[in-house]
Every structure is written in structure tokens, then in C-alpha cells.
């Protein structure tokens, strides 16, 4: 899927994103929020703020920038910033998740809601996120992964051909997010409607750590118990 697929169907969705993605995917927000557990003057970042639905969210002690890639997005996210007089909003800008414009070590939280199936290159967010996280700031996910759900998962990959004009990957695995990235995940904790979303915690590190598991596919099973022993 091309960024250019991801502008269009965000064009699409500006209008109608809040009433009809605003309460269903609100509990994860909130969730998030909380357990970023933010402390005065923390600077966080928030990539693919969209219209800025969780910025009302956060603490007024703390500083917030925001970023997404569709300018129709963002234009409701600055309205609800003005609106609100959301003074712990430092910047909402456009960008690209996958090719941040900040220097390195600039945040000490960075935050992601609903954003990694939506990305092109997934690996590469994460590694972006990870490289303007401070040492030992900690990143934040929170996402659809493929289910387990043996009909849920067909269900998924027959939606999965549509993903440009949805824009958004339904059948993105979270084993293979964790091997390809190496996050360091303290915890995973479901969210929204049937626990189908997942919130994971990640601490930032300075190197990035060995693989969770290798790619040999006899690791699989691992691979289950490792994800297995996160959700307890």
C-alpha cells in the first residue's frame, strides 16, 4: 500500500472519522493515555494524531506534538486544538511516520494509535519512532493484529485485497512485528470491543536488542509462547 492510497482513503475518511471511529476506538485511547503515566514536562510525540480525538486526552503539564500525513486530518485536529484550548498542544504538523523530521533522542514518549496497519512499511515506523525516543523513554503501540480466530482470520484476508481503497492493512501479525523489529515489549494488553486491539509497551533502547526468535519457521511455537507469556 503507497502513502498516496493512505492520503486518498484519509481524504475520504476526514469527514465522517470521529462519529464513526471516534467512540468504538476510544477505550484504547484512554488506556494509552493512562499508562503513559506522564509526568511534568515530558515531551511526548504522537505520530498519526489524525483529528486529534486523544489530544484532550493528555495532562496540561506535559507537551505534545502531533503528525500525520493527511492535511484533511490535521485540519480538524488544529480546529479541536483552538476549539479546546488544548494548551498542552506544542505543534500539530504534516509529515510522514516513516520519515520523521526531528533529530534523534528528541521525545521521551512516543505514541502510535491505530497507526502501524495503516503504514506502508512497518518496520520502518517503528524504527523511526525508536530512533526520536529518548534511552530509556518508552514507546507506545496500539493496533489491530491478525487474529487468532480461525474464521476472523479469513474474514481478514479476504478484506485484505481491498487495502488501498480501505487504507488500512487488516492482517498485519504481531509475531512478525515483534521478530522484524526487535521492540522491546514490557507488556501487551487487549483494548476496544472484544479485546480485538492491542496496547503494547515498549521501552526504548539505545541498541536494538537481539531478536526475539529467529526467522527458521521450527521457531513458531516460540514464537506463541513468547506473545502468550506478554498477554498474562
Known amino acids: 500500500m503507497e502513502i498516496e492510497a493512505v492520503r486518498a482513503a484519509y481524504r475520504r475518511y476526514a469527514r465522517i472519522y470521529d462519529a464513526v471511529f471516534g467512540p468504538i476506538l476510544h477505550?484504547?485511547?484512554?488506556?494509552?493515555?493512562?499508562?503513559?503515566g506522564c509526568r511534568p514536562g515530558d515531551h511526548i510525540l504522537e505520530v498519526g494524531v489524525g483529528t486529534g480525538l486523544s489530544l484532550p486526552l493528555y495532562p496540561?503539564?506535559?507537551r505534545v506534538t502531533g503528525i500525520d500525513i493527511s492535511a484533511?486530518?490535521?485540519a480538524r485536529a488544529r480546529q479541536r486544538v483552538e476549539h479546546e484550548c488544548l494548551a498542552q498542544v506544542h505543534a500539530v504538523l504534516e509529515m510522514d511516520a516513516e520519515d520523521l523530521r526531528f533529530p534523534e533522542n528528541r521525545f521521551d514518549k512516543v505514541v502510535?494509535?491505530?497507526?502501524?496497519s495503516v503504514a506502508p512499511d512497518p518496520t520502518r515506523l517503528v524504527a523511526e519512532m525508536r530512533r526520536v525516543c529518548k534511552p530509556g523513554g518508552e514507546i507506545f503501540i496500539v493496533n489491530h493484529f491478525r487474529s487468532q480466530n480461525p474464521l476472523i482470520?479469513?474474514?481478514e484476508g479476504l478484506v485484505s485485497p481491498l487495502a488501498k481503497l480501505v487504507g488500512f492493512h487488516p492482517d498485519v501479525g504481531l509475531d512478525d512485528l515483534l521478530r522484524k523489529t526487535h521492540l522491546d515489549v514490557v507488556n501487551i494488553r487487549s483494548a476496544n470491543l472484544?479485546?480485538?486491539?492491542?496496547?503494547?509497551?515498549c521501552r526504548s533502547t539505545a541498541r536494538v536488542p537481539q531478536p526475539l526468535v529467529s526467522d527458521d519457521a521450527a521457531n513458531d511455537e516460540s514464537v506463541a509462547a513468547t506473545m502468550q507469556e506478554f498477554s498474562k
Do not use: C, N, S
Not at 477505550?27 to 503513559?36: C, H, V
Not at 472484544?194 to 509497551?201: A, D, E, H, N, S
Open 194 to 201: 472484544f479485546g480485538y486491539w492491542k496496547v503494547l509497551r
Open 72 to 74: 484533511e486530518m490535521l
Open 153 to 155: 482470520r479469513v474474514l
Open 112 to 116: 502510535a494509535m491505530y497507526v502501524v
Open 27 to 36: 477505550p484504547g485511547r484512554k488506556l494509552i493515555i493512562k499508562a503513559l
Open 60 to 62: 496540561q503539564d506535559v
